[in-house]
Nanobody, 124 residues
Framework: QVQLVESGGGLVQAGGSLRLSCAAS????????MGWFRQAPGKEREFVAS????????YYADGVKGRFTISRDNAKNTVYLQMNGLKPEDTAVYYC?????????????????WGQGTQVTVSS
């Protein structure tokens, strides 16, 4: 049983930073892409960033490039999302997700598993 547990959300002022964590368990993730999505009120869930567990290649949505950094700690089976220069429009519930993939594609397309989500609120 795969479990993804997010943490690190909260309230921050515009321009501030937060680091989200996603602790993964239940299997070996060497053939997986790990990533983050977000969903703002009244909007569809959207892709934010992802990382190949093996190799560490990354992919970002255009709106977060240069501000967000995704990384992983193999020993802890944990994926991080460092968010700098936060804007009010970044306010959303952030979800960790994983997709099993043997291809070279880095962007998550159809997650196999989701976390429960963590709220990020950016005040202006």
């Amino acid at each position: 049983q795969v479990q993804l547990v997010e943490s690190g959300g909260g309230l921050v002022q515009a321009g501030g930073s937060l680091r989200l964590s996603c602790a993964a368990s239940g299997r070996t993730f060497s053939s997986y892409i790990m990533g983050w999505f977000r969903q703002a009120p009244g909007k569809e869930r959207e892709f934010v960033a992802s990382i190949k567990w093996s190799g560490g290649n990354t992919y970002y949505a255009d709106g977060v490039k240069g501000r967000f950094t995704i990384s992983r700690d193999n020993a802890k089976n944990t994926v991080y999302l460092q968010m700098n220069g936060l804007k009010p429009e970044d306010t959303a519930v952030y979800y960790c997700a994983v997709e099993h993939s043997l291809s070279s594609i880095v962007k998550i397309r159809v997650p196999n598993y989701w976390g429960q989500g963590t709220q990020v609120t950016v005040s202006s």
